[in-house]
Structures are given as C-alpha cells and as structure tokens.
C-alpha cells in the first residue's frame, strides 16, 4: 500500500467510527481481545472476559469488514454476538434452517431498497394520474 493509502486509513480510523474500527478499539482489541472467528463477509469477531463474571457475561464484538452495519452480521454469529448461545459459530456446526433465507445485509438506502406502491421512489411514479391512497367503501 503507498505512502497516502496508509494515511487516509490512519485518518478514517481516528476521525470516522463507521469505517471498520477506531483507533480506541483497535487499541482495546490488542489488549484484551481474543479472536473468536470471522465470518463469510470478512468481519472478525472478539471476546474479553468480564471484570465482574459473577454478574456480567464477556464482553463480545466485532470488526467489520468495512462500513459498520449491523445487519451484515450472519444469523449463527448474531445469536452469538447476543448471548443467545454460548458457543460460537467456529466451534460448533452451525447450520441454517430450512425455512431460512440466505443472509442478505440491509438494503436500505439502496437501489434494491424495498418501495410500495405510491412512493415517490418507485420507477414510473410520475406516469399517469395520481392513484388515490383511500378508496371509501361504496355499497352496491
């Protein structure tokens, strides 16, 4: 990497929290942090144990892999980040149900963002007179 990259990354993680990690975190991360695992969108995960165990859990994170979202963390890894299980997704077989879908990150703000039907999003909004949003009930 040149010279101007590793100073405009120095720069976003001193100034920036939502560009992966800050310059606070990193330092915490090397300090007390134990790597648990990464994920199949290059987020990597960490524990520390709690100062108080006897009424605090440790304490969990994660890195991402670029702009921080929570939704672009993987259902097995959510359950785990919460407390909901106790073990990892690296140390047991996580598998998906089969009612699930594939993990998809939060769509918001994007092009694939979800837009009803009368959103002044939505492709051909413009076109023709505009359809009301109450129709009153009529009896026959």
Known sequence: MTGTGCVLDFLKQLFTW???QTMGLRWY???KGERVGEDEFG???YRAPSA???SIPERRWVVYNGYAEASAIP???HGWMHHTVDTPPTETE???R???KPHRANPTGTASAYRPAGSIATPG???GAPKPDYEAWQPK
């Open 18 to 20: 939502w560009n992966g």
């Open 29 to 31: 991360t090397a300090r």
């Open 43 to 45: 987020n990597v995960y």
């Open 52 to 54: 108080l165990p006897e």
């Open 75 to 77: 259902p097995g890894w």
């Open 94 to 96: 996580y598998r998906q």
């Open 98 to 100: 089969e009612w699930q």
């Open 125 to 127: 909004h413009g076109s």
